[in-house]
């Protein structure tokens, strides 16, 4: 059963979403995202960016939202279309964010709650158990930045990666892979340990 | 007691916003001194901003000067002596609008410092001795230990280190609530309401 379907590994030409979530287009988030994309793309894999800043996603579960959530229809908001099409087509997700607060920015968190609905994510069984919807995604990369040292988190530990690396990891196959690429301490990394990095995440997305 | 009740759900119609009047009728019952804030209904914006990223070390006045809404939250959260947060635990944690209110009020000045050279924060809310957090899953118990919780270390960990030490935590939740039944609920309720009222 291995071989050329190891577990996590991509097919050829895979299709890959880079989910981007910080305010800066100049920082060191969006120069892991173009690390990540420009190395996945010469591997030969296709990759769609969701720049949610740039895009000016509102990440507000409105009422409605809920309304449409909570009829268990996977219809989603006209604006949040192109993402669900990005979503349900990608072969691997990749996320790449500031770890604030131990957590998800909330830009990112309500990209989740709003894109990531019942019919795309997961589906009701008959006993009204939730089951896991994205079995097309074989991977899912993790690429955060910590204003704290790593000891630091490890006490209060990492909460933005648990919670797509285990409760959005539990809507996916039984064969999805998580890969997580993080840099501590980062408010007094140099210059150096930042191009190291980008090349390390360069690496891995060759790798995949 | 001043306590600071942070209200987060789209629609008032919903459980949890049952959950939030009754925390705020049993705390005012038992003679606090309540503020409510109703993120949804004030439509608080809650993406961090360019802004905030840049001046991010930079003194509370910058931000509260560019965003004049922040300032009403700074100053509740100065002000309290504990802090009461009513949400909905969507994909096991707060709900982004929740989580936006963190990271923009928690900002450089009002509930951390950094030294000069440091790695490592220092909490300025000690005026917070402890935090209760009502909230709901719609999955079991099992499925968020699964998920890591990571709701409840967000405010159990990171958040209450920002405030006195050894602030109180109280952890009041509800499993299981989108199949539960209505005397499940019920019984909820007046958990909640005892807890509110017996907070000293």
Redesign the interface.
Known sequence: MYGSSVAGRLPRNAHVVVVLC???PD?FAAASARAATGALTASGHRVTLLDL?AGGFD?????D??CLHQSRTPDVPGDLEGHVDAVTSADALVFVYPT????????L??W??RV?VPGVAFVFDAE?R?RPALTNIKRIVIISTY???RR?IA???D??R??LA???R?TCGWRTRTTSIRLF?M??RDDADRQRHLRHIERKMRSL | MRVLVVYSH??PGSFVAALDRAVVGSLTTAGHDVHHIDL?SERFD?????F???HHTGPPGEKTAEFPFLAAHVDALRWCDHLVLVYPT????????L??W??RT?MQGVAWD?PE?A???RPLLTNIGGVTVVTTHG?SKF?NM??????K??VS???R?MFRRRAGFDWVALYGA??CSAAKRDAFMRRVQRRMERLH
Do not use: C
């Open positions: 910080h305010p800066n920082g800043y990440p507000v579960m409105s009422r939202d809920l604030w607060w131990s957590g998800l920015p909330a830009v968190k309500g989740l709650e990531m009204q939730v204003g704290s040292p630091y006490v209060v530990n909460n933005g648990r919670v285990r409760a959005l539990m301490a408010d007094t | 789209p629609n949804h809650p993406a961090f901003s360019l905030e990223r840049l969507w994909w096991s944690g707060l709900p982004a609008m989580k936006g963190v990271d928690f950094l050279g790695n490592r924060i999955s499925v699964l998920e890591g919780e990571s709701g270390r967000t960990r990171s958040m280190l989108d199949t």
